[in-house]
């Protein structure tokens, strides 16, 4: 499977002719290097209700009728906006046809800001769990240091892992090292960094944290085959 950074906090996953997008904040992310009306989703995951998170999920799930994956709030949201959804909460995990899905916790915010200047209750945020073609992908969505990424990586050996690095909003590159040694992940991508001034970072500063030497920087566009 070929598993790519887009900018901010947008991963796709291309699998047996599937494609996963997570977090597809395309209009307003100037990092990105992809094109709203270039991209071919089946599956959108949404971590959690912010802007910056949700992006364009509902021009694109309508665009290639694709199914949004998500917290069953937020779900419930989007889906009067007519788009396809399917809730979930943290600690549960689905199979779909191109992998499951287990959503696990993250400590954030996850309110939706529309544009009448109302916030709405976006659930809990979360991380994700994708157990697609026998590797293990962990998305940590926006979140803070938590230990219990020793659990999450106890019961789920990790092949790669994607940690917001940014600070100001969510963990900083030393928390965010400490977060991979905590996960043990195989691999792992720092994300959710330089979209805005607050999130200003060197992603290589905290690859060189890494106790284990297992960090790779992609650039918006740049993959790694699983
Ligand atoms: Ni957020
Ligand atoms: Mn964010």
Not at 7 to 15: A, D, I, P, Q
Not at 22 to 36: A, H, Q, R, S, Y
Not at 88 to 101: H, L, P, R, S, T
Not at 186 to 198: A, R
Request: no cysteine; aromatic share 8%.
């Amino acid at each position: 499977m070929k598993v790519s950074y887009h900018g901010h906090s947008v991963v796709k996953v291309e699998t047996g002719g599937k494609t996963i997008i997570v977090d597809p904040f395309i209009n307003g992310n100037e990092l990105t290097d992809l094109k709203v009306n270039e991209i071919n989703a089946d599956y959108i995951i949404l971590t959690h209700a912010h802007n910056d998170h949700v992006g364009d999920t509902v021009e694109l799930a309508k665009k290639n009728d694709a199914l949004v994956i998500t917290n069953a709030d937020l779900a419930t949201y989007l889906g009067w906006q007519g788009v396809r959804t399917h809730g979930m909460n943290i600690g549960g995990a689905f199979e779909f046809d191109f992998g499951k899905v287990k959503m696990t916790q993250a400590f954030h915010g996850s309110g939706y800001a529309t544009s009448d200047q109302q916030i709405i209750y976006g659930g809990m945020p979360a991380g994700v769990l994708l157990f697609i073609e026998g590797k293990t992908i962990y998305h940590a969505g926006d979140t803070g240091l938590f230990s219990d990424m020793k659990l999450i990586g106890e019961l789920h050996p990790i092949d790669l892992a994607f940690l917001p690095i940014g600070d100001n909003f969510t963990m900083g590159p030393e928390d965010a090292a400490i977060a991979a040694e905590f996960l043990q992940a195989k691999k792992v991508v720092p994300i959710h960094f330089n979209t805005f001034p607050p999130i200003k970072q060197d992603p290589q500063k905290f690859i060189q944290l890494l106790k284990a030497e297992n960090g790779q920087v992609l650039k918006p566009g740049e993959s790694i085959k699983l």
